[in-house]
């Protein structure tokens, strides 16, 4: 309830521009429902209402899931698995924006420099491991094939190209980043005329020229 998201559903439990009376009903009904009801009484009420609409014989079955000794319950992994990579994805594009403090710092050193995108090249590698670890246990859990797989993937827009060199356990280095960041540092240059973006942009080319295309994972 706190992060606002149905785990089933990954939908929120109410939008941003709702009253905050009705924040406080929606959370308030979601825990009731959800954790606080007890599932007797839950299903008790569920049977009562089925009676009156509905067959005897439907209540009865209802009754009958609720306390016959194991009960059966799927659970859906597919959208979990998408709210993963669409999780993961974001998380990627926050680490890549901590190289915007080039922009803005008045001094940082070479050493500096080289350390956010060496931070920015291991997070990826680590966050590109666990989603191709946990994502491969899920999807066996669910019995998902490769299509359904490449399915989620695709809409989570989680990156084709990305998740193909994660199947050849291995992490393309962000050179397209680069490029975009040293475009914007010619331009502070060029607005600012201080000679430190010019230098920056040249020396964060001169680092992503010197890397290999690709960080493979160690065993």
Request: hydrophobic residues 30%; aromatic residues 12%.
């Given at each position: 309830?706190l ?17 905050p009376?009705?924040?406080f ?5 979601y825990?009731i429902?959800e954790?606080f ?19 005897l014989?439907e209540?009865?079955r ?6 016959k ?6 659970v859906?992994?597919y959208?979990?698995?998408k ?27 070479d050493e ?20 191709m670890n ?11 094939d490769e ?22 356990r ?5 050179k397209?980043t ?7 540092l ?8 201080d000679?430190?973006?010019?230098y920056?942009?040249?020396?964060v080319?001169?680092?992503?020229s ?10």
């Amino acid at each position: 309830m706190l992060k606002n998201r149905d785990p089933n559903t990954g939908k929120k439990l109410w939008q941003e521009r709702d009253e905050p009376e009705d924040k406080f009903k929606i959370g308030a009904w979601y825990l009731i429902d959800e954790a606080f009801n007890p599932r007797t009484a839950k299903a008790a009420y569920e049977v009562s209402r089925l009676i009156g609409a509905n067959s005897l014989k439907e209540a009865g079955r209802r009754a009958w899931r609720e306390f016959k000794p194991v009960s059966r319950y799927k659970v859906d992994l597919y959208p979990r698995i998408k709210n993963y990579l669409y999780g993961a994805r974001r998380e990627t594009g926050e680490v890549t924006l901590r190289k915007n403090a080039l922009l803005h710092e008045d001094y940082m050193s070479d050493e500096e420099m080289n350390g956010y995108i060496m931070d920015e090249i291991d997070h990826r590698v680590r966050i590109d491991k666990d989603v191709m670890n946990t994502v491969s246990r899920l999807a066996s859990m669910a019995g998902m094939d490769e299509y359904a797989l490449t399915q989620a993937v695709k809409e989570s827009k989680f990156g084709q190209r990305r998740w193909a060199n994660m199947m050849q356990r291995r992490t393309e280095i962000p050179k397209e980043t680069n490029k975009g960041l040293k475009q914007r540092l010619l331009k502070e240059w060029e607005r600012t005329k201080d000679e430190k973006f010019k230098y920056r942009a040249n020396y964060v080319d001169s680092i992503y020229s010197a890397l290999d295309q690709y960080r493979y994972w160690e065993d």
